[in-house]
């Protein structure tokens, strides 16, 4: 009796682990891919699935999108400048039945397909290229990635170049570049400015030349301008210094003008006269 109710136990327990065995949940995100005895039977859908043990073997697939980062490569550019470059990329398996019967393991072979994509496609651009054309660089190596992996199940959705590391000396030359670069843009909008402020500054003295008045006011405008402050500046327009020296020229030609004068004999004074001859002695009265 006791050992039919242990032989009893026995089958219960085994008949339990079976049905645990034979009962597999996929989820929604996931796929299955049954095999019997080694051979591929077909997908299977997510849900409660029933296999037979010992006999099927269910692998579950994701399908979710997935991150993988690219490690830092170290790549030379086309003009020969070392530069490491890291990426990241995104892909999704949407075949469950390819990415397990093509490939053993699909993870390990997209990176290292997506390395050394990424060491070609940047090692056929210069480093300017490099720098400012990512979108186009990042669009070659997705389109070379898809290409190899059509055939493993997956769909690579986005790749992008994360980090881009130069060198010291790069970054000390470019920052040099960069200086210059700022330096002719502002030597050409500084000789812009005086272009403009010269043709300006001709239009104004034409206004003045016109009009001499305005050259009087603008000159009051600058004393008043330099009168705000509390200083002991003296300025002196230029028309009044124009004009005190004519006065100076004016008084030293009156000075000479009276200074010749003074040198000069006064004329005979002829109210008294001597005897005439020709009136005989006799005396001529003015």
């Known amino acids: 009796m006791e050992t039919l109710i242990f032989l009893i136990v026995i089958v219960a327990v085994l008949v339990v682990v079976a049905i645990a065995m034979a009962i597999k949940v996929v989820k929604q995100f996931e796929q299955g891919v049954l095999f019997r005895f080694g051979r ?3 997908p299977r859908s997510p849900g409660l699935r029933f296999i037979i043990p010992f006999v099927d073997v269910l692998h579950r697939v994701s399908l979710r999108i ?3 980062p690219i490690q830092s490569q170290g ?3 086309r003009d020969n400048v070392s530069v490491d470059v890291s990426a990241v990329a995104y892909f999704r398996v949407v ?3 390819k990415s397990v019967i093509a490939i053993e393991n699909v993870h390990a072979a997209i990176n290292q397909i997506a390395q050394t994509t990424l060491r ?3 090692g056929q651009h210069t480093l300017d ?3 400012s054309e990512t979108d186009r660089i990042n669009l070659d190596i997705r389109e070379i990635l898809d290409v190899a992996t ?3 199940g997956v769909e690579v959705t986005l790749v992008e170049l994360k980090d881009i590391q130069l060198p010291d000396s790069m970054k000390r030359a470019m920052a040099r570049q960069a200086e210059a670069e700022r330096e002719k843009r502002a030597k050409i909008i500084n000789a812009q400015g005086e272009s403009l ?5 001709g239009e104004a003295s034409d206004i003045m030349m016109d009009h001499p008045l305005a050259l009087q006011l603008r000159n009051l405008q600058s004393l008043v301008e330099i009168g705000v402050d509390k200083n002991t500046t003296v300025v002196f327009p230029a028309p009044l210094m124009s004009t005190i020296g004519e006065l100076g020229s004016f008084l030293a030609r009156e000075t000479a003008a009276a200074a010749a004068g003074a040198t000069t004999p006064p004329p005979a004074d002829r109210t008294t006269a001597g005897p005439d001859p020709v009136l005989n002695g006799a005396t001529k009265t003015v």
């Open 197 to 201: 402020a010269a043709a300006a500054l």
């Open 150 to 152: 059509v055939e493993w």
């Open 75 to 77: 790549i030379i550019t």
């Open 66 to 68: 997935v991150t993988m």
């Open 120 to 122: 070609k496609v940047v």
């Open 40 to 42: 591929l039977v077909g």
């Open 129 to 131: 290229e490099t720098l």
């Open 95 to 97: 075949d469950a039945v």
